[in-house]
């Protein structure tokens, strides 16, 4: 969790390269960003996406882009905010994820949504936090691993802290400050299970190679 441009997103996808080198599954939900632009980034660092979506090792969700088709073929018939309830639909998240989730494979399967924040600014509050126990029930039966962005500053500060209570770890990112020329910021564990981490950061950067973290804490 953190502000948008703190680089939440480039850390995901991190996630999601050491994921699949690792030979693990990756089903990933494109709700900010595109999955072309998705896929390119992953390319990027020499990741062979076509050959791992052909094995089924890799999944997209395009829910950006499945708003966008909406949008242009709705346009100027339907109100914006009907075109975002018609394609941000649960029961269309729980779908993909049970057919990931439950299909044979013998390899570790991770789940990446990058971000529900929309969900938050879309639907009753009640609604996401009941999507996001089922997943997380979802998730413990599938014996995977979810990984959830939440921007902050967007969503009222109980919002963000009641989500925060239903992961079972939290990293936050925030951007560091006065210095324009370099992009990046501080990285903490605030929690990791039930257990409050220790209160230390580290310093990363965000350059084209990814995201470069500093070796020593930051007390």
Not at 7 to 22: F, I, P, Q
Not at 65 to 82: F, I, N
Not at 148 to 166: F, M
């Amino acid at each position: 969790m953190g502000p948008i441009g703190s680089g939440k997103s480039a850390l995901v996808r991190e996630l999601a390269l050491n994921t699949l080198r690792a030979g693990s599954d990756l089903l990933y939900y494109c709700i900010d960003d595109p999955a072309d632009i998705v896929r390119l980034g992953l390319e990027d660092h020499n990741l062979p996406v076509s050959s791992l979506e052909e094995e089924g090792r890799l999944v997209f969700v395009d829910m950006f882009s499945r708003g966008a088709e909406k949008l242009a073929a709705s346009l100027p018939h339907m109100d914006p905010g009907d075109v975002l309830d018609e394609t941000l639909k649960f029961q269309d998240l729980l779908d993909s994820g049970r057919s990931f989730a439950m299909k044979p494979s013998g390899r570790n399967k991770v789940i990446i949504l990058d971000s529900i924040t929309p969900f938050f600014l879309l639907a009753e509050s009640r609604r996401v936090f009941q999507y996001v126990q089922v997943m997380r029930f979802a998730t413990r039966v599938a014996r995977a691993v979810t990984f959830v962005v939440l921007h902050t500053d967007v969503v009222s500060e109980r919002l963000e802290n009641a989500t925060a209570n239903l992961a079972d770890g939290v990293v936050e990112m925030k951007k560091r400050t006065g210095e324009v020329l370099v992009r990046g910021g501080i990285l903490k564990v605030l929690r990791m299970g039930r257990s409050t981490a220790p209160s230390r950061g580290y310093f990363y950067q965000l350059t084209n190679q990814g995201l470069v973290f500093s070796n020593s804490p930051i007390l």
